[in-house]
């Protein structure tokens, strides 16, 4: 793909990928309570903000964008991340619904739409660690 065309560019940017990843988890915790659950979450029930500022810097470096994640936190290691959250085939589709809600919410369509679709698909099951 065309470095200045990766996804991070086509979402939208900086902004944009904040935006979708607070979106996430907004549907997280109004649709999918049992995956908002296995969450550390705050005093109002919302996923705590440090796992959601370290999800939002994730998500810009694997969509191509700024590796702050890798810079402050080492290599994702995802598997290994959730090693201690048990990963299953309803997790992972609960998991899938949000980030789905998210990208509808900030109009992410189109080929790009598609390409991140099939990579989130692929990378929720590789993290899935029980049936
Ligand atoms: C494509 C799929 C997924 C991606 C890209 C992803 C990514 C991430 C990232 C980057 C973090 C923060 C890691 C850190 O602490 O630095 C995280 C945390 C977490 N994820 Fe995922 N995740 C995915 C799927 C799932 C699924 C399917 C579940 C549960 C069924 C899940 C449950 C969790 C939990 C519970 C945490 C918080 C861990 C903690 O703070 O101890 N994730 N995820």
């Known amino acids: 793909m065309n470095p200045v065309e990766n996804p991070y560019v086509l979402v939208g940017g900086a902004e944009k990928v904040r935006a979708i990843a607070e979106s996430f988890y907004e549907a997280m915790a109004r649709d999918e309570p049992a995956l908002a659950r296995l969450h550390p979450c705050d005093a ?13 810097l994730f998500l810009a470096g694997w969509l191509g964008g700024p590796q702050d994640y890798v810079a402050q936190h080492g290599h994702p290691r ?13 997790g992972r589709d609960a998991w899938l619904r949000s980030m789905g809600k998210a990208l509808d919410a900030h109009g ?9 679709d099939t990579r989130f698909a692929d990378l929720a099951d590789f993290l899935r660690n029980t049936l």
């Open 78 to 90: 995802l598997r290994m991340r959730h090693g201690r959250v048990p990963v299953d085939v309803g």
């Open 108 to 116: 992410v369509q189109g080929p790009v739409r598609t390409l991140l």
């Open 44 to 56: 109002e029930g919302r996923v705590e903000l440090s796992t959601r500022e370290r999800f939002a």
